[in-house]
């Protein structure tokens, strides 16, 4: 096998891991908002990810950070229990109004989901430490450390924090590159490797999905 076919391969493998688990009409809607708000959402393989994290920990009390259009929301709430409730924060109103659509036309009752509008730092230190089961980040990543500090703080034992996007395209392996959002990236990286309460793992899904569990031992 010469290097061409093993590129051409290895790209097609991608394609075939991303069309496993096809979408259906609501989040292709929610999908296309997405696309139109400008919120570039949760790819199918790393959504589904999320509904299986969700579904291993029989998630019952979600965080999101960052809202979107709810794709990535309706994915977790797919894989959370059938009382479970997804708390998702996002500064931008419209973003939420979006979302809450998308809950709806997948059928999910108001009560499925608190949507808080504000700055994820300031929100994030108001909730319950020790009361989630789960915690998604896709937002701004230059405050991704932030996200990590206060997130890991939230989870029960047993519990699992991921982050989106954290490769950057590539980016984030590139020593030469020292914009502010791969300092950040690379940051939350060795902060999740390094923290002895975690058992770390990098999924190339999509851009990238840093994923953690908090070990049963581990007491707030």
């Not at 696309?35 to 570039?40: D, I, N, R």
């Not at 589904?48 to 809202?67: D, N, P």
């Amino acid at each position: 096998m010469n290097s061409e076919t093993h590129i051409t391969g290895w790209v097609d493998l991608g394609e075939f891991i991303e069309a496993y688990l096809p979408e259906d009409d609501v989040l292709a809607g929610a999908r296309l908002r997405a696309e139109q708000l400008g919120s570039p959402p949760v790819s199918c393989a790393t959504g589904a990810t999320l509904s299986f994290l969700a579904a291993s920990v029989q998630a019952k009390a979600v965080v999101e950070i960052g809202t979107g259009a709810g794709v990535s929301g309706l994915y977790l709430l797919r894989g959370m229990t059938p009382d479970g409730v997804l708390t998702s924060i996002d500064i931008e109103p419209e973003f939420h109004r979006s979302a809450r659509r998308s809950f709806l036309e997948a059928g999910y009752p108001a009560g499925r989901t608190r949507l808080i509008m504000g700055r994820a730092l300031d929100v994030l230190s108001r909730l319950t430490a020790g009361g989630y089961d789960l915690v998604f980040a896709d937002a701004a990543r230059v405050e991704y450390p932030g996200y990590f500090d206060l997130g890991v703080q939230l989870l029960r034992p047993g519990g699992v924090i991921a982050f989106h996007n954290v490769l950057a395209a590539g980016r984030i392996a590139d020593p030469t590159r020292r914009e502010p959002e791969l300092l950040a990236l690379r940051d939350v990286a060795r902060a999740v490797r390094e923290d002895t309460r975690l058992i770390p793992t990098l999924l190339p899904m999509g851009n990238g999905l840093l994923v953690a569990a908090m070990t049963t031992s581990t007491t707030h």
